[in-house]
């Protein structure tokens, strides 16, 4: 195995954003049904980071790209003290970019998104969970959906993806417009709040299938939906409201790579025209059809490369490249969207692991210009609908949970790290 | 389903809660039947979190300005309109030195190199600074930054001798410390140093530097450069 490695398409910009307010972590956890013991965790982590060798990577600076190099420092479990998806505290290279925390019956696992994707860090957890449960003595088995210490690590997962499917061509430009940003006022000190919801993923699916929808389709409309209302307050702000979906490209591309491998797609409806849950749910599937098309995907793999390929591009000194890419991301980019909403689906655990778990979450970092974000993850018929914001105001959050309770009947649980709320 | 912990309900909003938060994190109305003896979700974030963020304000915002306020402004007064006593600057320029050493070593976490480094530049030019707004002697350039040169450079080359993982994390400070070693000789050339043999001595150690760099450290110093100059 290489001692170090070129950053994988996507990871590309993500060292050059990180700073406290768009931390560029995110946090995916379990919540087993028992207390977790730190001891076999520990054993559990030391176990699993032999199959994933590249999730101990560290970030170096080249002259003109960063790239990664190996790191044979074990990692350690903590037990949580700070808010998710908590910025880095020192430099890429001092600091472990995968880190796994425990506080009572949950195991989190926080991963600078350089380093892999939802799925990549999903599939980290699994095997984690795994492990601890397999020391505790518990009669789990694989069952051919975790990839265990024991397997020989394949090749493929270590491979840029982006690559191996890059045909040689040059996709139409996208213009694309500023969206509705929401506002608030920041919390002091800054920090992320998190509120989590759980609802019956089957109740939830029911409500959707009789609209026509996913699930997904039908929690993106309501979301819309919430920010179109609390928008439709907001009247010098006339942008159109656009959420962001993260795509996992493996779906439409097989690969089996632990590194970055995923798309955007941008849904977006008018915040001036007269909206109804219905009419964006009806405008989200017409969307949808387009967005996660074969076609439109391989689109942007192509857009991704080109932007890579350039020459003069990879001749600038990795400083001056630095700041292009934060004054593009956070002057513009970061501007096209109003915010995000990650969906990592039914986590497939196997059967003899899932009466140990109760639920899993995806927490996703808000950024500088997009102060609330949204994550979703299934198990065991558990839906979690995890928001993070970094600004006091919450009315998107409160109306969305209150459409599913009070509109649909729906029994909402929900919990907080209160961040902000309590001192 | 109640999701393994226990609840408590918020009628105004009509969800569940987990029964230990004492307000409903959607509506944040006061609930009624809280339960403080359950076990939260989330950690009770410890103070220090929060009161960091003040002791960052304080030293790394306030204290500057303070500065500012009290030196760098009555110097700039007394240079624009000629009036008054110069000694203050030589005072602004030591309070200043002292601020970059405190800031920038003690309150930062950026690299140690990089620290090394910038204090190593620091020092260097308040002491060059010292020396010519004095009877400009030249001690500054002829002695003492030569052999502060030669220390770091031996320092630094120590440190990752005897700490060989540091080594690419290291490197491109070493690097930069050996080439500064040619710094004096260029001073001299350019006749800003009078005397020569310490500026000698220094491009002499930088020279026996790189190629202890070489032959010592070779084959990681090659794959070092691949690293560092891929594109």
């Known amino acids: ?423 | 389903m109640n999701g393994g912990f226990q609840i408590n309900h918020c009628i105004h909003c009509q969800v569940t809660v987990e029964a230990s938060l004492q307000e409903c994190p959607l509506c944040g109305k006061k609930l009624t039947n809280t339960r403080l003896s359950v076990p939260r979700s989330y950690p009770a974030y410890a103070l220090h979190n929060k009161s960091s963020y003040y002791f960052q304000l304080f030293w790394k915002t306030l204290v500057p300005l303070m500065f500012i306020g009290a030196f760098l402004i009555p110097s700039l007064i007394t240079l624009l309109t000629g009036e008054g006593d110069l000694w203050l600057n030589r005072e602004t320029l030591g309070i200043a030195s002292a601020w970059v050493l405190v800031r920038y070593t003690f309150l930062s976490r950026m690299h140690m190199g990089k620290k090394f480094l910038l204090q190593i530049m620091n020092i260097s030019l308040a002491l060059f600074i010292f020396d010519h707004v004095g009877e400009a002697r030249g001690w500054s350039v002829n002695y003492v930054i030569p052999f502060m040169l030669i220390c770091s450079t031996l320092a630094m080359m120590y440190i990752v001798y005897k700490r060989k993982r540091l080594w690419s994390d290291y490197a491109v400070y070493v690097m930069t410390l050996i080439f500064l070693g040619f710094l004096p000789s260029f001073l001299y050339l350019i006749r800003v140093t009078s005397l020569l043999w310490p500026s000698a001595a220094a491009a002499g150690f930088a020279i026996v530097s790189l190629i202890a760099v070489y032959f010592f450290l070779d084959k990681n110093f090659r794959s070092y450069f691949n690293r560092r100059l891929h594109f």
Request: hydrophobic letters at 35%; glycine letters at 4%; a positive charge.
């Open chain 1, 1 to 423: 195995m290489n001692k170090w490695t070129k950053l994988d398409n996507a990871a590309i910009v993500f060292p050059s954003l990180a700073k406290a307010k768009n931390s560029t972590i995110y946090r995916v956890s379990a919540v087993l049904k028992e207390t977790v013991l730190p001891v076999r965790l520990q054993q559990a982590l030391d176990i699993t980071v032999k199959r994933y060798p590249m999730m101990t990577m560290r970030i170096h600076k080249g002259l003109f790209w960063r790239y990664m190099e190996y790191d044979d420092e074990p990692l350690r479990v903590k037990r949580e003290d700070d808010y998710p998806c908590h910025p880095l505290q020192d430099r890429m290279t001092m600091e472990a970019l995968l880190k796994v925390f425990y506080y009572q019956r949950r195991i989190s696992v926080e991963v600078f998104h350089a380093i892999t994707d939802g799925s990549g860090a999903m599939e980290f957890l699994k095997t984690l969970v795994y492990e601890y449960l397999r020391l505790l003595g518990k009669a789990v088995e694989p069952e051919d959906k975790i990839r265990t210490a024991s397997e020989d690590i394949h090749p493929e997962e270590l491979e840029d993806s982006f690559h191996r499917y890059y045909t040689p061509g040059r996709p139409p430009k996208i213009r694309n417009t500023k969206a509705y940003q929401i506002t608030g006022t920041y919390f002091e000190p800054y920090g992320n709040n998190v509120t989590q919801g759980v609802v019956s993923a089957s109740a939830l699916r029911q409500i959707a299938k009789k609209q026509g929808a996913t699930l997904t389709e039908f929690l993106l409309a309501l979301l819309m939906y919430t920010i179109y209302r609390q928008s439709s307050q907001d009247r010098k702000d006339q942008r159109p409201i656009k959420v962001s979906v993260p795509v996992n490209l493996r779906q439409m591309f097989p690969s089996k790579t632990l590194r970055n491998f995923f798309a955007v797609a941008l849904f977006e409806i008018s915040s001036q025209q007269e909206q109804s849950l219905f009419k964006i749910l009806c405008a989200i599937k017409e969307q949808s059809v387009k967005n996660y098309s074969k076609k439109v995907l391989q689109e942007a793999i192509v857009r991704n490369i080109n932007l890579e390929k350039i020459k003069i591009a990879r001749f600038i000194p990795l400083p001056i490249k630095d700041i292009i890419v934060k004054n593009r991301y956070f002057l513009y980019n970061d501007k096209l969207r109003t915010c995000t909403m990650t969906n990592l689906g039914r986590v497939d655990l196997p059967k003899t692991m899932t009466p140990y778990v109760d639920r899993m979450e995806v927490v996703f970092y808000p950024t500088a210009n997009n102060p609330l974000n949204c994550g979703l993850c299934t198990v065991n018929d558990n839906m979690t609908i995890s928001f993070s914001r970094t600004i006091r105001e919450n009315r998107i959050i409160g109306e969305y949970f209150r459409y599913l309770s009070q509109e649909y009947g729906l029994e909402v649980k929900i919990y907080s790290n209160e961040w902000g709320i309590s001192d």
